[in-house]
């Protein structure tokens, strides 16, 4: 009985542990999600998300609309639209997300494309070599749910960002929300090895 006792409470403690692990990204991510981007930044890296063939998906579509009204308010922010194409797309999501900018009112004149990344870590990393010269502080556009992690990652590789919170689509944020604790433990692990 002993020994059953024991794995028992064992269990129960992994399970606490996990459970209070979860909640303390929960709230990391929250943070963040609600945060306000500093104004006149010298830049703006939007990172990409799926496109369904030509057309961006409702979290892409979130993050250029959220993007274009930055940069409309922030008429010397240069864009950095970043993502390149995976299965399914037709085009790259850079070029997706140049094409909404300018749709939406931003000047072509002002927006880099990073065509070559396949992961958020590319995405930043890839963008960074089209930061300007003398670039000090830039923002990264994103879904609120990824805007902790993808700070994160920038400040791990020298950008000083801050976050630009996009909507997550209701009808993916479950699935966002678990992929993305999976992605930040991910982060984490390989940040200590």
């Known amino acids: 009985m002993g ?3 024991t794995m028992q409470f064992a269990a129960a403690g992994l399970l606490l542990s996990a459970l209070i692990y979860l909640f303390c990204i929960h709230v990391k991510i929250q943070e ?3 945060a306000e981007p500093a104004p006149d930044a010298d830049y703006l890296i939007v990172l990409g998300a799926r496109v369904n063939g030509d ?9 250029i609309d959220t993007a274009a009204d ?13 993502g ?6 037709n085009r790259t999501e850079a070029d ?4 909404g900018l300018i749709r939406l009112g931003v000047e072509s004149s002002r927006i880099v494309l990073e065509s070559e990344s396949s992961s958020t ?3 930043i990393a890839f963008s960074k070599k ?10 990264i556009a994103t879904n609120d749910f990824h805007v902790y992690r993808s700070v994160a990652i920038a400040s791990q590789v020298g950008l000083k960002v801050t976050g630009l919170p996009a909507k997550t689509p209701t009808v993916i944020l479950v699935k966002s929300y678990l992929r993305e604790y999976l992605s930040i433990t991910n982060f984490y692990l390989r940040s200590v090895l």
């Open 55 to 63: 057309v961006p998906s409702h979290a892409l579509q979130n993050r």
């Open 70 to 82: 930055y940069l409309k308010k922030n008429r010397k922010t240069l864009a950095i639209v970043s």
């Open 130 to 139: 089209l930061v300007p010269n003398g670039a000090k502080h830039g923002v």
């Open 32 to 34: 963040y999600a609600g």
């Open 3 to 5: 020994r059953k006792k």
């Open 121 to 123: 870590a590319e995405n």
């Open 84 to 89: 390149g194409r995976g299965n399914g797309e």
């Open 96 to 99: 997706a997300m140049r094409e």
